[in-house]
Structures are given as structure tokens and as C-alpha cells.
């Protein structure tokens, strides 16, 4: 039948997988599950397991398929986050995609003499608050992992510099379960109470793993803090090929796959129906330099893969792109970010993290940040796609032009190109003379240029002096207990 007067839109998207590609990772990953199994170094936990029927013996907990399965039903397919002034924010579903900052790197690249040292909680409040000007960035992780403070209070200093300086959803991961705790009471505060901060989440909760196969006892508890409050949160097992994981694409697949599998169903288990997501992290070990690589395009291939895998269960992904090796912004940096950053986009995966990571990860950079903000808002219109419409066809202003006019003066060109075109920010698209004659700046000094304009005129919308108070109460006293314990 022919559709008259209707409008057809659909976004711009690929497919790394068959679907029965997907139906064999699951299978493989179910068999990893229940005959492999997983080193789990929480007493509390294993008998957990054992009583839902998973095979215990020592330390290793065997998965069968059925449990799995449970908790699979029982999981949310898709979460709402706010913002912390409670504003809907963030639809975490289907191949929504929402861009967020690097995170947890020892060293920073200073936003304003480009110098590169050990974070400080300073450099963390500076990229929440480049984050925060950013149109096209959705959230924000703690930019580092400042060194400037006891390392088990850290987190609770890292999230009061993130929330006094943006009002985007924040990620952060949490350095041990009682600071995963203190972290979740200082965004209560902020929400206006527990009950409120559970009825609109602006803060996910990041446990790590160990890949391949094993969970540490405190990493089981900051997951179970979570799980307990309800509160959303998303797991990140780093499979490198050919390190921490299978060197082939699909059989890391397929570990990273079983592995987030198995946070989901420790959280299940421990509260069911508690929001969880089911991503992972891959990257390439370099054999030729010994390390670690955030922008190789085998990243990004199985990132998409295992995101297809937790789309055919109806659960949030997890992605890593905007990040480069290069050591300055560079041609290189500017070449790996931006090819993430379509790449899984174009996949559908949902929280896509890790823009402005340069130097393999290693430094925070607020200028990469800047220039991933210029890649994502391309990216964002590509994915966006054609939308086909009477309007968009525009037979009538076709017609009224007809041969040999021009379009400049119609209202329908008046009306649609703002919507329609996309406008760089910093990328150059004058006159050669007209460069020249505005100082012939390159990438790199244009994207310095409006990050020092941000640093000396953005403000977030601040929070009030009691809950300002409140936080560095928690903070405080937090502290004296993180280091108190971290000394027993």
C-alpha cells in the first residue's frame, strides 16, 4: 500500500553480527558460564551462589544457563537517568547513544599550560566543567585519579569537584565499597534524599572486574552496594586480545560477554530487578610496543559485537571512544577519536565513555575532550540520518525556483537549514585569505582558544550553601574513616 502525506525517518546504523553470529557468542558464553566458571573471592557471595544453584568449589563458582536465565528476566531493559537538577536527561535503551568524559588516569594534561603531571582533584573540578559547556557532552566521569589526596578517600573528593561544577549525570567508579556508599549519600544529599536520588538517578555506579574471570572481594561489594540501593549501574571488564583475553575478536567476545553476564547475575541474585547494564571494555594489546592501545578499530568492532549481544537480551550497553594514543592533539588524535566515536554510534551502543583519553589512556586531556565535542556533534548529525516528509521533499519550492534560480531567498531554506546543516564549531570552512587574515590558527590552537574561554566564563548553575556544606561534612568525616581503614 502507498503511504501518502507520511513521514519516514530512520537513523544511519551498521551491523557487526549475523543474528546467528549473536546466537553463537550467547551459547559459547553460557558454556564459559557453567563448565569454566569464575574466581570469586567473596565468601558471601559464593554461598549466594550455591543456594540459587550455581556449582561451588573453593573459590570457583560454576554458572548453570537456568540461573542466568532468572536473572536476565528480572533485570530492567532500559533505565532513565536525570541530571542533578533532576531534569530528564538520558533514556538508557535501544541504540540511544549519550557521550561521556575519560576517567582514572594517574596523569593530566593541564588544561591551560598543556604541561603534563599527576591529577589533582583541581584538574577533576576543570574537566567537569569543560564537560559542563559542552553541548555534545551527555555525562561526565571524574577526568583522572588525583593523586594530590589519600588514594581510599579519593572517590568522595573526586565526586564533590565533579557535582559542584557540572549538572550532567555522573558515572564514577568508586575505590572501595564504603566509599562507593559515602559517594551515593553525598548525591542523596544533593538530590534531597535517598528516596528522591532512587526516583531519579543522576549517579551510575562503575565496578571493575578483573579480566579474565575474576572478582575480588571489594569489587563484589562496591557491586552489592549498588545492587542493595537500587541505584543503576554498569560494569566494565577489560578483555584485552591476546593479554587478559583471547587474542581472536570473537572469543573475546565472548569472555567479555560472560563476564558482564556474571556482574549482572551477582546483582540479580543479591536484589532482583536492580538496574544493570551489561557492558564491557576491549582493547588491543600492542605486541610490538607492550601496551595497552584505546584506538585500535579492533576496539571498536568488538565493542559493537558484545553491544549486539546485550541488545538481543534488552539491556543497556557500555562503549570507549574520543580516546587516543598520540601523546599531543595531533592529526593521530583527531584521526582515533573521531573514528570511535561514529563507529559506535553507528553501532547503537548507549554510554560511550573515555572521551579524552590520550597517551594509551594514560593522561586525562580537557583539549581532547574539546576536540571529541567537535566529533560527536558530527557524528550525531550523520547518525541522524534523512528524514523524507512532504516538507523535506520540497516539491513545491523545487517547482517555484525551477531552471537556472537559486534557493537563497525561500522561507523553506529560511525555515530548515539550521535544523537541517549541521555548523562546525572549530573546524575552518572560510576563505584561505580570510584565514589567513584571522592569524592562520591550526586545530590545536583553535581548540586551546575555546578552552581557556571556557575555564574563565562558564559557570554551572551552583549548588545551595547548606548542601555545599552537607558534601564537604560527608567528605570530611569520610575521609577520616577511608584512611582510618585503609590503615588496618
Not at 591551560?112 to 564537560?131: E, K, Q, S, W
Not at 591476546?242 to 543479591?270: I, K, N, S, W, Y
Request: glycine fraction near 10%; hydrophobic fraction near 40%.
Amino acid at each position: 500500500m502507498i503511504q501518502t502525506d507520511a513521514t519516514e525517518k530512520r537513523s544511519v546504523r551498521f551491523r557487526v553480527l549475523s543474528d546467528d553470529q549473536v546466537a553463537e557468542i550467547k551459547r559459547a558464553a553460557f558454556e564459559v558460564m557453567s563448565k569454566v566458571g569464575f574466581s570469586v573471592l567473596h565468601e558471601g557471595a559464593r554461598k549466594m551462589f550455591k543456594q540459587a544453584g550455581a556449582r561451588v568449589n573453593g573459590e570457583n563458582i560454576k554458572v548453570p544457563e537456568h540461573v542466568v536465565t532468572e536473572c536476565l528476566r528480572t533485570a530492567p531493559k532500559g533505565w532513565t537517568i536525570y541530571d542533578r537538577q533532576g531534569k530528564r536527561a538520558m533514556e538508557v535503551e535501544g541504540r540511544k547513544s549519550y557521550y561521556g568524559t575519560s576517567t582514572a588516569s594517574p596523569r593530566t594534561k593541564d588544561a591551560l599550560t598543556g604541561d603534563i603531571h599527576p591529577t589533582r582533584v583541581a584538574d577533576i573540578a576543570t574537566g567537569a566543567l569543560v564537560a559542563d559547556a559542552l553541548e555534545n557532552i551527555d555525562w561526565v566521569m571524574p577526568m583522572g585519579s588525583s593523586q594530590d589526596v589519600p588514594p581510599t578517600a579519593a572517590d568522595v573528593h573526586e565526586f564533590e569537584a565533579v557535582v559542584t561544577h557540572t549538572t550532567k549525570p555522573i558515572v564514577f567508579i568508586g575505590y572501595t565499597p564504603r566509599g562507593v556508599e559515602l559517594v551515593f549519600e553525598m548525591a542523596a544529599e544533593v538530590a534531597g534524599g535517598l528516596s528522591n536520588l532512587q526516583q531519579r538517578p543522576f549517579a551510575i555506579l562503575y565496578p571493575e572486574p578483573i579480566s579474565p574471570l575474576v572478582w575480588p572481594a571489594d569489587v563484589v561489594d562496591r557491586l552489592f552496594v549498588g545492587a542493595d540501593l537500587s541505584l543503576p549501574q554498569i560494569q566494565g571488564p577489560t578483555v584485552q586480545f591476546g593479554a587478559t583475553g583471547p587474542v581472536t575478536l570473537a572469543g573475546a567476545v565472548v569472555q567479555g560477554t560472560a563476564e558482564a553476564l556474571m556482574c549482572l547475575v551477582m546483582a540479580q541474585l543479591r536484589k532482583p530487578g536492580c538496574p544493570f547494564g551489561l557492558g564491557c571494555n576491549f582493547s588491543i594489546f600492542d605486541m610490538a610496543a607492550g601496551l595497552l592501545s584505546m584506538a585500535s578499530p579492533e576496539m571498536s568492532l568488538a565493542l559493537a559485537a558484545q553491544a549486539e549481544v546485550a541488545q538481543s537480551f534488552g539491556l543497556p550497553t557500555w562503549g570507549l571512544a574520543g580516546s587516543t594514543d598520540a601523546k599531543v592533539i595531533d592529526a593521530q588524535a583527531g584521526i582515533e577519536a573521531t573514528f570511535s566515536i561514529l563507529a559506535q554510534g553507528l553501532a547503537g551502543l548507549n554510554l560511550i565513555h573515555d572521551v579524552g583519553y590520550i597517551d594509551n589512556g594514560m593522561a586525562c586531556s580537557t583539549a581532547q575532550l574539546v576536540l571529541g565535542n567537535e566529533s560527536i556533534g558530527m557524528t550525531k548529525r550523520f547518525i541522524r540520518g534523512i528524514e523524507v516528509n512532504r516538507e523535506s521533499l520540497a516539491r513545491e519550492v523545487i517547482e517555484k525556483v525551477g531552471p537556472g534560480g537559486h534557493y537563497l531567498d525561500q522561507d523553506h531554506t529560511y525555515d530548515n537549514f539550521k535544523s537541517e546543516l549541521w555548523m562546525p564549531d572549530l573546524m575552518v570552512r572560510s576563505a584561505y585569505d580570510e584565514w589567513q587574515n584571522q592569524g592562520a590558527r591550526d586545530m590545536a590552537t583553535r581548540i586551546q582558544e575555546k578552552l581557556e574561554d571556557i575555564i574563565k566564563h562558564h559557570q554551572a548553575p551552583p549548588l545551595a550553601g547548606k548542601t555545599l556544606a552537607a558534601l564537604n561534612d560527608i567528605k570530611k568525616k569520610g575521609e577520616k574513616e577511608l584512611v582510618g581503614e585503609g590503615k588496618s
